[in-house]
Structure formats: C-alpha cells, structure tokens
C-alpha cells in the first residue's frame, strides 16, 4: 500500500488516538504504524510550527471512564485535546472486559461501551478541532430497519453521535450501509476489508489456486451477496447462493428460525470455497452451509466474515473441523477474540491495524482515502504475485 503515502501537506489539527476499554491492543499498533510512518517520511518537520505534533514518540492520549460502587461512570481526559484532531477507536462488542458493581464483576455489554464512547465525547467539550468514531462492529447495526413496531437503533446511535459533535464515522463491514442516510450530511464510512483477507489466505493457504476451475465464492444469504459478487468479480471466479427458508410463525432468541438453506448456484465438485459474509454470530448457518456444500462434493471449505462473535462457543467449529467440514475460519482483529479462539488449529485472525493506519493518515490531511476503499490494484498484485510463484513452483 506504499501507494498511499501522500505529499506533505498541513493535516487538519494535531492527531490524537484514544482507544476505548478493550481496544488497547489495536490502538498500540496503530499508533506504532503512524509513528514509524512520519519519523521516517517528514522527521524534518518537527521544529516546524505549521506541523506542531507531527512526529511525535506516541499519538495516544489517556482517557478513562472511572465507576462508582453502583456501576455509574464518568468520561476523563488525561491531556488536553484542543485543537487535535481526534480519533477514537472503540469495539461495543468486547465482552472480555469488565467492570465491578455492588462488588460483582460485571462484563461490558454494547450499550456499556457506546455509553462510556459518548462519556470521552462528553469529557472532550468541544474544544477538539475535530472528532473522528472509529467503530469497526456498528452499534445494533443489525437493528438498522424496522419491519414492525419497533425502535430504529442504530439510526439513533448514528444520530446522537453527530449531535454531540462527532465529524466522521468510520466503520467496517456494516450490515446494512444505508444506515447512513440518518447521518446524510455527516461523514460515514462503511470499510471493506477485501485485500487483506486476500492476504491472509494466500498467506495461510498456500496451494489456493484462483480460477475458475479450482475456486468459487459462496454467499451465505441474499444479504452477503454484494461483498461476494465484488470477490466474484475481481478473482474471475464462479458465485453461487443459498438463501434461507425461514419460519415466520415463530420467533426463538430474537428472530425466526432458519428451516432450511437452499442453494443457487453452479456446480461445485472439487472446488475450494470461500464463504464470505459480515459476521460469525452463533455460526449455526454457516456450519449448515458448509455440511450441504460437503455433500455436494465440494473440496475445501474456507470461511472468511470480518466479525467472529462466536457467541454460542467454539465446540461445534471444533467438530465441524474435526469431521473435515471445514478447513479454516478467518476473522479480523477488531473484535474481540478469546484466548481460546486463538489458540484453535482452524483460526486465522486478520490484522486490520495497518489499513486503520492508513486510514487516519490520510483522514488527518484531509486526503481522500478512495483507493483504500477499492483495492482492486493491489489485489491484482498479489494475484499476479501468487500466479508467478505457483508458475515456478511447477
């Protein structure tokens, strides 16, 4: 992505970081990334008054979010922001963290985390030059229509956050990116981690060959079906569906029972699959999914979402593996991940830290960041790359 590198320009204020309760990790390696970018690229520029805080050993800043006995909080900024152009990263979703009330140890549900992101807002007063929410699993993004008599949260999220001030939000595969037409005059960003889930399985699976005759995209849904068709079509490979069969009689843990998932779609005997969908929640669909396309003769079985929730545990993944119905689960980092499922022989983690990098990089100068939104140069390369290297390996 070298690429990407831009001409110097004035950014639009000092950049600061605060990573949220659970995303200390990301955070350090994004500021790594932009550390070592800038000394390297404009270390000159240091003693520059225009670019005051350019280079600097950390762009972190230190924000808590104390509680009481009772489980109340407040947001505190350890430094001062005024005129810094700010970046918060905050995961809703991270349940490894915890909290004591009435001595309990309590773990943080999504509405904890987007409380205590709009506490540090809060505690900021306005005195930030501007403010950018990077939240990479949008807050009840799943809850982004309403088909009955019921509240639109997501909306309500997107709107409360600019009303606070917020200028930017910048999230990763949403579920429904129309959500943003609650926020229409209001920056939002739904980022699409195409290349580097690319990376990663050529990285891990070396002998993947990407052609037609050995390769085929599979969506899980009718809603997975745009991210599949842009794989489809930059790989030159076969897309096929399954759609689901639901019961609407009935509504169990929050939604109506899948019957059965039928499929649309070419033959697939001796192929590799790539499932591709936004999420992994209980993982009952896609563990469906990949029994049917075994018994339909397909080869191996890799299953790639940007957010592996993995609610319901890990054990049927384990036997799913066990039984050969799949080959390798890929998730990224910007959720969190248990010990567990790190430790597990089928799982890859993607490392979205250097795309979030670039992203705040360019964000800070006010450079368009278009090209890391569609990748298609670099995915060739790496294509051309892996063709190359399999070509000299016969």
């Not at 204020?13 to 970018?37: A, F, H, N, P």
């Not at 790639?304 to 990224?332: M, Q």
């Not at 248990?338 to 430790?343: D, G, I, Q, R, V």
């Amino acid at each position: 992505m070298q690429e990407q590198i831009h001409e110097i320009s004035i950014p639009v204020g000092m950049m600061s970081l605060i990573g949220m309760k659970g995303c200390e990790e990301i955070t350090t390696k994004v500021d790594q990334y932009l550390v070592e970018w800038r000394s390297q690229r404009h270390g000159g520029l240091m003693n520059d008054a225009d670019f005051k805080g350019y280079c600097s050993d950390t762009y972190q800043l230190r924000a808590e979010c104390p509680r009481f006995g009772t489980g109340e909080a407040k947001g505190t900024l350890k430094e001062s922001v005024r005129g810094h152009d700010l970046y918060i990263l905050t995961d809703v979703f991270n349940y490894g963290v915890t909290y004591k009330m009435y001595g309990m140890d309590v773990p943080m549900s999504p509405d904890d985390h987007y409380q205590d992101l709009k506490r540090v807002i809060a505690a900021v007063s306005g005195k930030a030059r501007r403010i950018n929410v990077i939240m990479p699993m949008l807050y009840e993004g799943r809850q982004h229509r309403r088909t009955s008599r019921e509240s639109l949260d997501c909306a309500l999220c997107l709107q409360e956050l600019v009303s606070m001030g917020v200028d930017n939000i910048i999230t990763f595969d949403a579920h429904d990116p129309r959500v943003q037409n609650a926020i229409p005059l209001h920056g939002f960003e739904s980022v699409m981690p195409y290349y580097q889930f690319l990376k990663a399985i050529v990285n891990t699976v070396p002998d993947i060959v990407f052609d037609r005759d050995h390769l085929m995209i599979i969506s899980p849904d009718e809603g997975a079906m745009s991210r599949c068709m842009y794989y489809s079509s930059v790989l030159s490979v076969d897309l096929g569906m399954f759609y689901k069969r639901r019961d609407y009689s009935v509504i169990v843990n929050g939604r109506n029972p899948i019957v059965a998932h039928e499929f649309l779609g070419d033959n697939v005997a001796g192929k590799d699959m790539i499932v591709v969908d936004d999420m992994i929640s209980s993982g009952e669909s896609v563990l469906d999914i990949a029994v049917k396309l075994k018994k339909m003769g397909a080869n191996r079985i890799f299953i790639c979402t940007t957010f592996g929730l993995f609610n319901a545990g890990l054990e049927k993944f384990d036997a799913a593996y066990e039984r050969g119905e799949i080959s390798r689960v890929f998730t990224t980092n910007v959720v969190y991940r248990t010990p567990e499922l790190l430790k597990r022989e089928w799982y890859t983690s993607v490392d979205l830290s250097k795309y979030i990098a670039y992203i705040v990089d360019n964000l800070n100068h006010d450079q368009s960041i278009s090209n890391l939104l569609n990748p298609v140069h670099r995915i060739n390369k790496l294509l051309e790359r892996k063709r190359a290297e399999q070509a000299a390996q016969r």
